[in-house]
Each structure stands twice: as C-alpha cells, then as structure tokens.
C-alpha cells in the first residue's frame, strides 16, 4: 500500500493479514480503522491496542435490533415480489460488485 493511507475494515477480520497490518502500522507510514478483528472482541493484549494510527471499534452494526428489523423487511419486500413478478428492490446486480481488474 502507498503511504498515508487509510485502511478500513468493517466486513470481515479475514479480509486483511492481521500480523502484516500491524507490523505496516508500526512503521507509521499507514492508518487503519478497524471494527472487525480476527478474535472477538478484540482481545485485550492486542497489538492494535497500542498503535496510534489504529482506530478501533466494536463490530456492533449486525446486532443492533433496528438493523435486524430492516434486514427483515428487505426479505419480505423481495419475497412479495417475486410472488407478484415484480422486480426486486433489493437485489445485488453485477454493476454493484467491485471490479476485480481495478
């Protein structure tokens, strides 16, 4: 990675090589902002707890009950419409995936 920038995590811990990451961010040339960690919760002995330039918070977006409940939604919006022949609404189309060539 080039220097200065940021790395952001908020998917999944097994996208990014934890010990590569942290040995980067001690060289202070990158920052990284994470929410997701390879155990959770982080644990308290973490490296990553004592970098500077990592900015850390609890994975929490999935579990709050206002998520759970539009998630919800979503699937019975969807599932309407392929009863009725509607299209979708909320439907992954390949336009919305990230290139792999860039």
């Known amino acids: 990675m080039r220097?200065?920038?940021?790395l952001v995590n908020v998917a999944r811990a097994v996208l990014v090589d934890t010990s590569a990451l942290v040995e980067r961010l001690k060289c202070g040339d990158l920052f990284a902002a994470l929410?997701?960690?390879d155990k959770e919760p982080l644990e308290?002995?973490?490296?990553l707890r004592l970098l500077?330039?990592?900015?850390l918070t609890p994975h929490?977006?999935?579990g709050i009950m206002a998520s759970v409940?539009?998630?919800?939604?979503?699937?019975?919006?969807d599932?309407?419409?392929?009863?009725?022949?509607?299209?979708?609404q909320h439907?992954?189309?390949?336009?919305?995936?990230?290139s792999l060539d860039a």
Do not use: K, T
């Open 44 to 47: 308290l002995d973490s490296e």
């Open 35 to 37: 929410d997701v960690f």
């Open 3 to 6: 220097p200065n920038v940021v």
């Open 79 to 88: 599932i309407e419409a392929v009863i009725s022949e509607r299209p979708r």
């Open 52 to 55: 500077p330039n990592a900015y």
């Open 60 to 62: 929490r977006a999935g």
């Open 69 to 77: 409940q539009r998630i919800l939604n979503y699937l019975i919006d």
């Open 91 to 98: 439907a992954l189309m390949e336009s919305m995936l990230p």
